[in-house]
């Protein structure tokens, strides 16, 4: 099993000014993840899964905390000694593609944690051989259309029955440097008030 990758453990500032601790995932943070998503609204949880999820199995959470870091990559996000973010990839076997996803709980949306988790993820991601992020949502969440949009990578969408597939190349161009470091300066300008728009409602 690869060894625990401490070194990508980090901590971000928020679009309020406040300080979050990112981490990878741990096969013991199944109670708090039991928590976490205990919390979430039911549409937050729909989002997510596309489908009614009240609870997570055993099964389930053994897969979600035990990953390998390298295929399958997990952070999650802690706030005031409790998990707040989570987020995710997951490499589609035999390529070079792999599913994204990530979820905020409600009450920490809106400041802009969807979007470092994804910066994060990226960068292990391109650093372990993936190229490009797919994901599916639900045609209802503009925003989180909107993080993927305004991430700086070259984005492509498709819209079936209401369910929007998303691909995108992670590779760390212009384009995308350029976006990442105009959010960067603009967190470092000061904190932005928590309604203000800054792009999902799981971000």
Request: charged letters at 20%; glycine letters at 8%; a negative charge.
């Amino acid at each position: 099993m690869t060894e625990y990758p401490s070194e990508l453990a980090s901590d971000i500032k928020t679009l309020d000014g406040t300080t979050v601790h990112v981490r990878p995932i741990r096969p013991d943070d199944m109670t708090a993840l039991t928590t976490f998503h205990h919390h979430l609204s039911s549409q937050s949880v729909y989002r997510r899964f596309l489908y009614v999820h009240p609870t997570l199995s055993a099964v389930e959470l053994e897969r979600f905390t035990a990953v390998d870091y390298v295929d399958r990559m997990a952070l999650v996000a802690e706030g005031n000694g409790e998990l707040i973010a989570v987020g995710r990839y997951e490499r589609i076997p035999g390529t070079t593609q792999a599913e994204v996803a990530f979820v905020v709980a409600d009450h920490h949306q809106h400041r802009g944690i969807g979007m470092s988790l994804l910066e994060q993820l990226a960068d292990v991601g391109w650093h372990n051989g993936i190229t490009h992020f797919v994901a599916q949502t639900l045609a209802e969440n503009r925003q989180m259309l909107g993080v993927f949009r305004d991430s700086g990578f070259p984005v492509s969408t498709s819209d079936e029955h209401g369910t929007v597939s998303v691909e995108f190349p992670i590779e760390p161009d212009a384009s995308y440097r350029s976006a990442r470091s105009k959010r960067h300066e603009r967190t470092e300008r000061g904190p932005v008030p928590i309604n203000a728009p800054c792009g999902t409602s799981t971000g």
